[in-house]
T-cell receptor
Framework: DAGVTQSPTHLIKTRGQHVTLRCSPISGHKSVSWYQQVLGQGPQFIFQYYEKEERGRGNFPDRFSARQFPNYSSELNVNALLLGDSALYLC??????????????FGSGTRLTVV | AQSVTQLGSHVSVSEGALVLLRCNYSSSVPPYLFWYVQYPNQGLQLLLKYTSAATLVKGINGFEAEFKKSETSFHLTKPSAHMSDAAEYFCAVSETGANNLFFGTGTRLTVIP
């Protein structure tokens, strides 16, 4: 079985541009969460989607948005990129919401560099 | 508010020695606690989790952690380090019923042959 798939694995963008990151969850998982991991820090929660509805949002500006599709895959969009958006973006899938009952499976991430 | 403090951003141990990675948490409600490992250029892998059952939790790869409410700690241990344990380790906390995790800043473990 395929794990959590993220694409692309790496990309470089210029300040002010827009970026779309993609995630395909494990088959059968209906929840996708996004985390940002800046170099040298722990991951920070951005969004969680379950059954195509937003179930949680972290402390990120409105430049960050996401959506989940009927097949449960997800996109994370970031507008007006800043240098500080450079990070590893991690997608995690789970079969439900609730961290205790439904474990996360993380993908390998997308490394975004903003220049 | 929840937070996690990991003492020691870098820890070095000799192969075969005890591994001890420290984690202290802050939570206004009974927490759920997790340890994740991250190998270079990879995502996070769950080592173990505490969800209000037994206070001593056993995980994968010989790791275990003990929840101590009086000390607000959840330290990760392994009796004998192996070279393959070299990685970044993250402690995380979640409130009961929550759907997101708060991570610490991580501890990089180096194993010396």
């Amino acid at each position: 079985d395929a794990g959590v798939t993220q694409s692309p694995t790496h990309l470089i963008k210029t300040r002010g541009q827009h970026v779309t990151l993609r995630c395909s969850p494990i088959s059968g998982h209906k929840s996708v969460s996004w985390y940002q991991q800046v170099l040298g820090q722990g991951p920070q929660f951005i969004f969680q989607y379950y059954e195509k509805e937003e179930r949680g949002r972290g402390n990120f500006p409105d430049r960050f948005s996401a959506r989940q599709f009927p097949n449960y895959s997800s996109e994370l969009n970031v507008n007006a990129l800043l240098l500080g958006d450079s990070a590893l973006y991690l997608c995690a899938s789970s079969s439900g919401t609730g961290t205790a009952n439904y474990g996360y499976t993380f993908g390998s991430g997308t490394r975004l560099t903003v220049v | 508010a929840q937070s996690v403090t990991q003492l020691g951003s870098h820890v070095s141990v000799s192969e075969g020695a005890l591994v001890l990675l420290r984690c202290n948490y802050s939570s206004s409600v009974p927490p759920y606690l997790f340890w994740y490992v991250q190998y270079p250029n990879q995502g996070l892998q769950l080592l173990l989790k505490y969800t209000s059952a037994a206070t001593l939790v056993k995980g994968i790869n010989g790791f275990e952690a003990e929840f101590k409410k009086s000390e607000t700690s959840f330290h990760l241990t392994k009796p004998s380090a192996h070279m393959s344990d070299a990685a970044e380790y993250f402690c995380a906390v979640s409130e009961t019923g929550a759907n997101n995790l708060f991570f610490g800043t991580g501890t990089r473990l180096t194993v010396i042959p």
